[in-house]
């Protein structure tokens, strides 16, 4: 397969599964500040997010103030903000399209579509009223967009480039999720059981989708230790880190060429650390810092991929 084809596949499907998160995150934020709070830990919330994604002094640039309207604004509609929802769903679609011979025309419709869609809302700047719809939204079209790949595309090199980009981008945004709300959420979460504490707990949950799984694998009260755990090591969870890196490894062991071994041993040495891990051991490290490392490495391995097979390669 050509470098810059399967340059175009990886970054199309990063886009797309970079537009989700993005929509997770500004919506379990959205709904803890609905929640009764002071002022000052809503703007924790919205600056932490901001920190977490790189993007604090890049808004800071634009706004005077951290509020739930301007970081909404910044993150989802903003045009010149290269890590919008916004660019996102146009990246998503100008890859699409530099491969639309590659692509089955029903792939190229959703993603089109979406694109098409996208810029109606951000004309709207779709209001409190229904941000949360929007929110929905996104996650609705990346699960169309998904769907659409693994119903109608055929099974070859194409196929895993688009699953690998998919599988390292989820992996770093569900590290992301974990590493902002968790500590935020920590001092008042070591006293479990409040109405507050649950309702947050349970936000965190829905951003990855995650509440109805908790309930079903635990049966008790959602204690952090137990969230994070279900975020890190669960194989059964579909955005946990573990089967994230498990399927990466997966796709990216059937594109090996010449020049990946060392890039294959890192992704199988990540993928075993979580399937021999324990939460014990994480926590006698430091959530944050075994958080931090994580995204080293997967920055390390996205990196290489990019090196090993794509356009730079073919350069």
Not at 13 to 29: F, G, I, K, Q, S
Not at 111 to 131: F, H, Q, Y
Not at 256 to 261: K, L, P, T, V, Y
């Amino acid at each position: 397969m050509l470098s810059r084809t399967a340059d175009h596949l990886y970054w199309m499907a990063r886009y797309t599964e970079r537009a989700e998160n993005l929509a997770r995150m500004l919506e379990v934020n959205y709904r803890m500040s609905l929640l009764p709070q002071g002022p000052e830990i809503v703007e924790q919330g919205w600056a932490a997010t901001l920190t977490i994604i790189g993007l604090f002094d890049a808004f800071k640039q634009r706004y005077d103030m951290v509020t739930p309207a301007n970081a909404i604004a910044f993150l989802a509609f903003d045009r010149d903000n290269p890590m919008s929802i916004y660019s996102c769903v146009r990246a998503a679609r100008e890859n699409a399209h530099a491969v639309r011979g590659t692509l089955t025309s029903e792939i190229w419709e959703t993603v089109n579509g979406a694109w098409l869609d996208m810029r109606i809302a951000a004309e709207r700047c779709a209001s409190d009223t229904d941000i949360g719809n929007f929110f929905e939204w996104v996650k609705h079209r990346s699960h169309l967009t998904r769907g659409v790949i693994q119903g109608t595309m055929l099974r070859d090199e194409a196929w895993h480039f688009t699953w690998l980009g998919t599988y390292l981008e989820r992996s770093d945004s569900t590290a992301r999720i974990l590493d902002v709300k968790y500590h935020l959420l920590l001092p008042r979460g070591e006293k479990v059981g409040g109405a507050t504490d649950y309702y947050q707990w349970s936000a965190l949950l829905h951003s990855v989708s995650a509440f109805e799984i908790y309930r079903r694998v635990y049966r008790d009260l959602i204690t952090p230790r137990r969230v994070a755990e279900l975020f890190v090591l669960r194989d059964d969870m579909p955005r946990s880190l573990r089967r994230c890196v498990t399927q990466a490894h997966t796709h990216l062991c059937a594109v090996r060429n010449a020049h990946s071994a060392e890039t294959e041993r890192r992704a199988g040495e990540l993928q075993a650390s979580l399937h021999f891990g324990r939460i014990e051991d994480i926590f006698d490290i430091g959530l944050h810092e075994y958080l931090t490392r994580f995204l080293g490495r997967t920055r390390d391995l996205g990196e290489r991929v990019s090196r090993d097979f794509l356009v730079s390669s073919a350069d």
